[in-house]
């Protein structure tokens, strides 16, 4: 590929606890991520997934190796850094965190309200037609509180997806899902990626959703195994 990784780790360890505790939890991760590719990663329980994700967010710090997001060095970065570098970023996690006291239009304005260049924009309008695009036109007034649980992983995808991110990292994004919502979920996710240009990780159990990738990566044990195209 020609254009420059949006993600890319070399030789990427990390480890928990300390002294005699200390565990290796990531082993020489080595991993380049470019603009646009759907890209997900499977392996058992304990594998490394989820610590591999948040390192790759910009939520946890970087211990040892390098670890670059977006043209930035994660390896020693500051804390203003890895803020910066969170506000380019949309995350979805397998509970959606929607404040259940919000709409579903207050829960995506919300995360638009963090970016500077929004602030003159019309919000709610921008908001909407998120909620438009993950089929909840109907819905932008309800409180998230009353919606399914396919609904309000759509608000997720809306929330993350609105400020246009060129990452967009999800962990889980349909365990909580039946088959067919966990199905409409991915394949928005998908579609407005494809649409925006915007790069997905995502980590899942679950087999039925492997087609939409173009890219199947393995954990097993904290190493990243045997990659395959799809
Ligand atoms: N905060 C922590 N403190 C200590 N050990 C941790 C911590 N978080 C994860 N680990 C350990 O690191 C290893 C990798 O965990 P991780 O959560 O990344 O795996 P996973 O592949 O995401 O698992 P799952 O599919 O169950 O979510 C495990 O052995 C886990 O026990």
Request: charge should be neutral; include cysteine.
């Given at each position: ?6 993600i ?18 990531l082993?020489?991760i080595?991993l380049?991520i ?5 890209v997900i990663m499977?392996g058992?329980?304990?594998?490394g997934k989820t610590t591999l994700l948040s390192l790759m967010g910009g939520l946890r ?28 970023i949309?995350y979805i996690f ?73 990452i967009v990292l999800a962990d889980e ?27 997905i990780l995502l980590v899942t ?12 990566i393995?954990m ?11």
């Amino acid at each position: 590929m020609s254009s420059k990784p949006v993600i890319s780790a070399h030789q990427l360890n990390h480890y928990f606890g300390k002294g005699e505790l200390r565990k290796q939890a990531l082993f020489d991760i080595n991993l380049e991520i470019y603009p646009g590719e759907i890209v997900i990663m499977t392996g058992p329980s304990g594998s490394g997934k989820t610590t591999l994700l948040s390192l790759m967010g910009g939520l946890r710090s970087v211990q040892e190796g390098s670890l670059t997001i977006l043209e930035q060095e994660m390896c020693g970065a500051s804390k203003r850094k890895m803020i910066q570098v969170r506000k380019q970023i949309g995350y979805i996690f397998q509970a959606h965190n929607l404040l259940t006291f919000l709409t579903a239009k207050q829960n995506v304005r919300m995360s638009l309200e963090l970016h500077p260049d929004y602030l003159e924009k019309d919000m709610d309008a921008i908001a909407t037609e998120m909620l438009q695009a993950v089929g909840l036109g109907d819905r932008v007034d309800y409180y998230a509180d009353s919606l399914s649980g396919g609904q309000k992983q759509r608000v997720a995808i809306a929330r993350a997806l609105a400020s246009r991110p060129k990452i967009v990292l999800a962990d889980e994004p349909t365990a909580a899902l039946d088959k067919k919502s966990g199905r409409d979920v991915v394949e928005i996710m998908q579609r407005l990626a494809k649409e925006q240009g915007c790069t997905i990780l995502l980590v899942t159990h679950d087999n039925r959703i492997l087609d939409i990738a173009d890219r199947i990566i393995h954990m097993e044990d904290g190493r990243l195994a045997a990659a395959s195209y799809s």
